[in-house]
């Protein structure tokens, strides 16, 4: 069984910090690119930034400059420095990964359970 295990959500104020964190656990032969979605009411969920096993980063218009996407490898973990953040920012971050389990040959997609952001203004 392979998880993803999200954390470090809450409420802060506009222009206020949060970390996210997510490990992956489990039976795992390697993770290919990780990444980061959101979705908030009544919007389709959208990709915020994603990285590659060799550190490559992509991220959202709407965010670049402000977050942060880095990994640990070692750790099987994902993180996501927010910064400067607005209500816009407001929604679920789910954690995602490109995982090959134990045994197999090929990756599939495994989501975290999400975690809720709240920015107020």
């Known amino acids: 069984q392979v998880q993803l295990v999200e954390s470090g959500g809450g409420l802060v104020q506009a222009g206020g910090s949060l970390r996210l964190s997510c490990a992956a656990s489990g039976s795992i032969f390697s993770i290919n690119a990780m990444g980061w979605y959101r979705q908030a009411p009544g919007k389709q969920r959208e990709l915020v930034a994603a990285?590659?096993?060799?550190?490559?980063?992509n991220y959202a218009d709407s965010v670049k400059g402000r977050f942060t996407i880095s990994r640990d490898n070692a750790k099987n973990t994902v993180y996501l420095q927010m910064n400067s953040l607005k209500p816009e920012d407001t929604a679920v971050y789910y954690c995602n990964a490109d995982l090959v389990p134990r045994g197999w040959y090929k990756g599939y997609d495994y989501w975290g359970q999400g975690t809720q952001v709240t920015v107020s203004s």
């Open positions: 990285i590659t096993s060799g550190g490559s980063t």
